[in-house]
């Protein structure tokens, strides 16, 4: 299946305000931008044909794959001065850039890229900024399953906040965390049908007009997950993550455990 990644977006909450700041997708964890981790996910499940819908800072994307260092995150053999991968990441990708827009809402990025998915029954789509080990084969096979026009990843609000339940005459009846509240949140993954199409207007939103739409007539199905998922809308969790990956502490790295399962 295709996958739809949103990397156009500014960042705002990401970015220093310095010149040539990159764009969210492309802040490191580890030695490798956000992006490439979202892509390996996808990757590891056999899913390689990837549109990178692009905007703020598409240079910064596109410079990164044309000058693709393999050695990163790969063993290799250095004979004779020359490089012999023992193993790939991309060689059997294929990526297209398309420049949707510096302002575009990301329906109309997903728009934009419509002549791309012709012929696709079915096509994931993702923010290209959060991180997770969701069991991406159950996902894909609940929706072809259903009778729905998409089907979208929902999570438990992130945070450390607690909700408060006050009575009328003041007194708290109870104080539970926010995460173990009856409360989902957009967790970012999709999986969609051409049916999305149908419900985006010009300059719409994917959730907030496609996925809203398809929510009224019954059209649109959850997979809730409690599971390991991290956003990185700021600074402070972009840098969680890459402490955790110093510390080996990648939950979302499905393929490093595949590696270690085969070379047991």
């Given amino acids: 299946m295709k996958v739809v990644l949103f990397c156009g977006g500014y960042g705002m909450r990401m970015r220093t305000g310095t010149p040539g700041d990159v764009p969210k997708p492309m802040q490191l964890v580890g030695p490798r931008p956000l992006i490439w981790h979202v892509m390996?996910?996808?990757?590891?499940?056999?899913?390689?044909?990837?549109?990178?819908?692009?905007?703020?800072?598409?240079?910064?994307?596109?410079?990164?794959?044309?000058?693709?260092?393999?050695?990163?995150?790969?063993?290799?053999?250095?004979?004779?001065?020359?490089?012999?991968?023992?193993?790939?990441?991309?060689?059997?990708?294929?990526?297209?850039?398309?420049?949707?827009?510096?302002?575009s809402p990301i329906g109309e990025r997903l728009r934009r890229v419509r002549h791309l998915l012709e012929g696709e029954e079915m096509f994931l789509a993702n923010y290209a900024d959060i991180l997770t080990d969701a069991p991406l084969p159950d996902i894909i096979e609940r929706f072809a399953a259903a009778d729905a026009g998409a089907s979208m990843m929902v999570v438990p609000p992130p945070g450390t906040f607690?909700?408060?339940?006050?009575?009328?005459?003041?007194?708290?009846?109870?104080?539970?965390?926010?995460?173990?509240?009856?409360?989902?949140?957009?967790?970012?993954?999709?999986?969609?049908?051409?049916?999305?199409?149908?419900?985006?207007?010009?300059?719409?939103?994917?959730?907030?007009?496609?996925?809203?739409?398809?929510?009224?007539?019954?059209?649109?199905?959850?997979?809730?997950?409690?599971?390991y998922w991290r956003p990185t809308d700021t600074v402070k969790e972009r840098i969680a993550l890459d402490e955790a990956y110093s510390r080996g502490e990648r939950p979302w790295a499905l393929w490093e455990r595949e590696r270690e399962r085969v070379s047991a």
């Avoid at 056999?46 to 910064?60: D, E, S």
């Fill in 162 to 227: 607690h909700c408060v339940d006050v009575g009328e005459d003041g007194r708290v009846g109870a104080i539970l965390p926010v995460a173990e509240m009856p409360l989902w949140v957009n967790g970012g993954y999709f999986v969609l049908r051409q049916e999305i199409f149908d419900h985006i207007p010009e300059n719409g939103d994917l959730v907030a007009d496609g996925c809203v739409q398809l929510a009224k007539r019954g059209r649109l199905i959850a997979y809730p997950y409690r599971g």
């Fill in 40 to 103: 390996r996910y996808y990757a590891h499940f056999g899913h390689k044909q990837f549109i990178l819908c692009l905007g703020y800072g598409a240079h910064h994307i596109k410079e990164f794959f044309l000058n693709y260092q393999e050695t990163t995150s790969n063993d290799f053999v250095l004979r004779g001065g020359k490089v012999e991968l023992l193993s790939t990441d991309i060689s059997d990708w294929e990526i297209s850039f398309v420049q949707t827009g510096i302002d």
